[in-house]
């Protein structure tokens, strides 16, 4: 059993990640199935946005072109539990599945992020994300502090969206298109809301 501490309190929230298959990506049977993926230790996604400088025949550095964006996220789990073992059967299956960063409130249960509206009221946790039709491309083991073993799943998305909250939209790139009018405005919006603060 989990019990409320200070250390979690200290904070209000902490960030957990909700891992759903099938992907949204695939349309039939989308997130029909979801788990936590608590103990999570460590995160890093990397996104390589691939933009090529465009040159005339006399002068050089012209503009850019967008070429397809690379989205990497790298998860590491304790090697312990049903979340760990539902990832070692996504990554064996080569399943595709989403990705998708949530606010944990109470160590028993959490609340989905966009419809909570949490992101306006921490600034630490604003913009949260998704990554969306994720294979596991690499499993690396790693013994921690304590002799617990860690597995990290290099994982590799088709998408990547920044969810909306409040007035700003949800940005999604990779599928082709690049969203410069909303992320202009939300941008706007946060230029001009900072300012009166």
């Not at 501490?5 to 902490?14: C, G, I, S, T």
């Not at 599945?97 to 419809?115: A, E, G, M, W, Y």
Request: proline share 3%; charged share 25%; aromatic share 8%.
């Amino acid at each position: 059993m989990v019990e409320n501490n200070n250390d979690f309190l200290r904070w209000e929230v902490k960030p957990v990640w909700i891992v759903s298959f099938k992907s949204e990506i695939v349309g039939s049977e989308a997130g029909t199935h979801t788990f936590e993926v608590l103990g999570l230790n460590r995160s890093a996604g990397d996104i390589n946005r691939n933009w090529e400088k465009i040159h005339s025949v006399e002068q050089f550095n012209q503009g850019r072109a967008a070429k397809p964006s690379d989205f990497t996220i790298t998860i590491a789990v304790k090697e312990n539990g049903n979340a760990f073992e539902a990832m070692r059967r996504l990554s064996k299956g080569a399943i595709e599945f989403d990705i998708r960063c949530d606010l944990i409130q109470d160590v028993t249960s959490h609340k989905d992020s966009p419809t909570l509206n949490a992101a306006g009221k921490h600034v630490w946790m604003k913009g949260f994300e998704k990554f969306i039709g994720c294979v596991v491309m690499r499993e690396s083991q790693t013994i921690e502090i304590a002799e617990i073993p860690v597995r990290e799943f290099e994982c590799d998305a088709l998408r990547h969206s920044i969810l909306g909250y409040e007035a700003l939209k949800e940005l999604v790139e990779g599928d082709g298109t690049y969203p410069s009018v909303e992320a202009l405005a939300d941008a706007k919006t946060f230029s001009e809301s900072n300012i009166s603060e």
